[in-house]
């Protein structure tokens, strides 16, 4: 892995733009949640900026000026990070470095980069993290990233004479994205073979902006004791339990990494072989924290995100979470009328969790359906494949064939029909 630069004990400066169409109001949201994401990698805030803008420059993203004037305010403040709530092209970035090449200027894509790196685990989650940093960083890199060889281990050719560093560096960072991209397509096809497994059950994610309480909907409901924290990414991986909800209805449920406004295209990208389980969900539980004045906003972010995976047809239910944190009735009755197909729990509470039950189940039950077949005595084979993952209703003896009744999901039972002579 490359120098980091990652963000340790800083002080941070915000900065935030007022485009025209947004209000003073939603910036402040906005910066809200940069200060959280700032707080996460570990930084803390010591000011914000805003500025009314109807034009974005070019060079510098806000007005030169005012550019060179938050650079002094940083300087003052003793704060050597900038933080940019919009995303800043690699020639802005570059510009500022100009300006002072002692204070590290990031966007909100770059500090999110930040946490996943620190938070990453997992090969798979490591590897992605890489890969998503690599490629945001390529077009962004400048003098003060020269000198990768020695952390990169000498992966790459040496470079020719009269090359310069820079050039040396973008090879290197070339030759690892290619294998890191190789090395995902070898974890892809083990996910496969997995996944193949479980095609036959039904499957239900988790999804949800990050810190809405997903982890911890799904220790209500497994009981598996996964990481939970008062933190935006806690989560970096998928996990997946098996749920008995009743007799008849047991599906596979899964945890994964979570959402937030603006996440960097190539994290989204990268992430594939982790989201994958939400992208062969039969169904898609969309977690919401309903404390937060953004519940809406971040409906419409989790929506974006799902687009952009391709995810978006696949069935949902919205689920409210954390109904415990708002006293007044009122509030709760007026986000219920917003989203009112929306079962309203508090997972840390367990607090009406059998509404989420009562929800799978009504849409397990529209996937299901119930077939009468028969099997000669000979085709050993299918007689028993046709009996795995799905629920036998009965099973009849008679001189040449077994009949069966069975009731599973609707591509289950699809499967199983084309055994049928
Ligand atoms: N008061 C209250 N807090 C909750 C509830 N559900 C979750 N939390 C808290 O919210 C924080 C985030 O919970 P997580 O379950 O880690 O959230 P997540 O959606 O998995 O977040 P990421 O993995 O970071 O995307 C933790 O501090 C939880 O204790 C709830 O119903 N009520
Ligand atoms: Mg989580």
Same mark, same amino acid.
């Given at each position: 892995?490359?120098?980091?630069?990652?963000?340790?004990?800083?002080?941070?400066?915000?900065?935030?733009?007022?485009?025209?169409?947004?209000?003073?109001?939603?910036?402040?949201?906005?910066?809200?949640?940069?200060?959280?994401?700032?707080?996460?990698?570990?930084?803390?805030?010591?000011?914000?900026?805003?500025?009314?803008?109807?034009?974005?420059?070019?060079?510098?993203?806000?007005?030169?000026?005012?550019?060179?004037?938050?650079?002094?305010?940083?300087?003052?403040?003793?704060?050597?990070?900038?933080?940019?709530?919009?995303?800043?092209?690699?020639?802005?970035?570059?510009?500022?470095?100009?300006?002072?090449?002692?204070?590290?200027?990031?966007?909100?894509?770059?500090?999110?980069?930040?946490?996943?790196?620190?938070?990453?685990?997992?090969?798979?989650?490591?590897?992605?993290?890489?890969?998503?940093?690599?490629?945001?960083?390529?077009?962004?890199?400048?003098?003060?990233?020269?000198?990768?060889?020695?952390?990169?281990?000498?992966?790459?050719?040496?470079?020719?004479?009269?090359?310069?560093?820079?050039?040396?560096?973008?090879?290197? #960072? $070339?030759?690892?994205?290619?294998? %890191?991209?190789?090395?995902?397509?070898?974890?892809? *096809? !083990?996910? =496969?073979?997995?996944? /193949?497994?479980?095609?036959?059950?039904?499957?239900?994610?988790?999804?949800?902006?990050?810190?809405?309480?997903?982890?911890?909907?799904?220790?209500?409901?497994?009981?598996?004791?996964?990481?939970?924290?008062?933190?935006?990414?806690?989560?970096?991986?998928?996990?997946?339990?098996?749920?008995?909800?009743?007799?008849?209805?047991?599906?596979?449920?899964?945890?994964?990494?979570?959402? #937030? $406004?603006?996440?960097?295209?190539? %994290?989204?990208?990268?992430?594939?072989?982790?989201? *994958? !389980?939400? =992208?062969?969900?039969? /169904?898609?539980?969309?977690?919401?924290?309903?404390?937060?004045?953004?519940?809406?906003?971040?409906?419409?972010?989790?929506?974006?995100?799902?687009?952009?995976?391709?995810?978006?047809?696949?069935?949902?239910?919205?689920?409210?979470?954390?109904?415990?944190?708002?006293?007044?009735?009122?509030?709760?009755?007026?986000?219920?009328?917003?989203?009112?197909?929306?079962?309203?729990?508090?997972?840390?509470?367990?607090?009406?969790?059998?509404?989420?039950?009562?929800?799978?189940?009504?849409?397990?039950? =529209?996937?299901?359906?119930?077939?009468?077949?028969?099997?000669?005595?000979?085709?050993?084979?299918?007689?028993?494949?046709?009996?795995?993952?799905?629920?036998?209703?009965?099973?009849?003896?008679?001189?040449?064939?077994?009949?069966?009744?069975?009731?599973?999901?609707?591509?289950?039972?699809?499967?199983?029909?084309?055994?049928?002579?």
């Amino acid at each position: 892995m490359i120098e980091k630069r990652e963000i340790l004990d800083e002080k941070a400066l915000l900065v935030g733009v007022i485009q025209p169409g947004l209000t003073e109001i939603i910036i402040d949201e906005h910066l809200d949640e940069l200060e959280l994401l700032a707080k996460t990698a570990g930084a803390s805030v010591v000011g914000r900026i805003t500025q009314k803008l109807s034009k974005i420059n070019p060079s510098t993203f806000i007005g030169k000026g005012k550019a060179k004037q938050i650079i002094m305010q940083a300087k003052e403040l003793d704060s050597k990070l900038i933080l940019f709530d919009d995303e800043l092209s690699p020639a802005q970035i570059k510009n500022y470095h100009h300006l002072s090449d002692e204070i590290k200027v990031l966007d909100r894509s770059g500090l999110i980069l930040d946490i996943f790196q620190k938070h990453a685990r997992s090969k798979e989650a490591t590897t992605q993290v890489e890969l998503a940093f690599l490629e945001y960083l390529l077009p962004r890199l400048t003098r003060q990233w020269t000198h990768l060889e020695r952390q990169m281990g000498g992966i790459g050719t040496r470079a020719g004479m009269g090359e310069t560093q820079i050039e040396i560096d973008r090879r290197l #960072i $070339r030759t690892r994205i290619t294998k %890191l991209k190789k090395e995902l397509v070898k974890i892809e *096809k !083990e996910r =496969l073979t997995q996944s /193949l497994k479980r095609s036959s059950e039904y499957r239900v994610s988790l999804v949800g902006y990050t810190n809405a309480g997903k982890s911890t909907l799904f220790k209500s409901l497994t009981g598996a004791d996964v990481f939970i924290q008062n933190q935006l990414f806690a989560t970096l991986d998928t996990t997946v339990r098996k749920l008995n909800l009743d007799t008849s209805h047991t599906l596979l449920l899964s945890d994964t990494v979570g959402f #937030i $406004r603006k996440l960097p295209h190539n %994290l989204v990208a990268s992430f594939k072989s982790t989201l *994958k !389980e939400v =992208l062969e969900a039969d /169904l898609i539980l969309i977690v919401l924290d309903m404390s937060s004045p953004q519940v809406i906003d971040h409906m419409s972010t989790i929506n974006k995100v799902l687009e952009e995976m391709g995810a978006n047809n696949i069935q949902t239910v919205q689920v409210l979470n954390k109904v415990d944190l708002i006293s007044d009735s009122n509030m709760i009755n007026k986000i219920k009328r917003t989203f009112p197909d929306a079962v309203t729990i508090s997972a840390k509470q367990h607090l009406k969790l059998r509404d989420v039950k009562t929800k799978i189940v009504e849409q397990m039950e =529209l996937n299901y359906s119930t077939v009468e077949i028969e099997f000669p005595y000979n085709n050993g084979k299918h007689i028993a494949n046709a009996q795995e993952g799905v629920e036998v209703i009965e099973r009849i003896y008679e001189k040449d064939v077994v009949k069966l009744k069975i009731r599973g999901n609707k591509s289950r039972i699809n499967q199983i029909l084309t055994w049928v002579d």
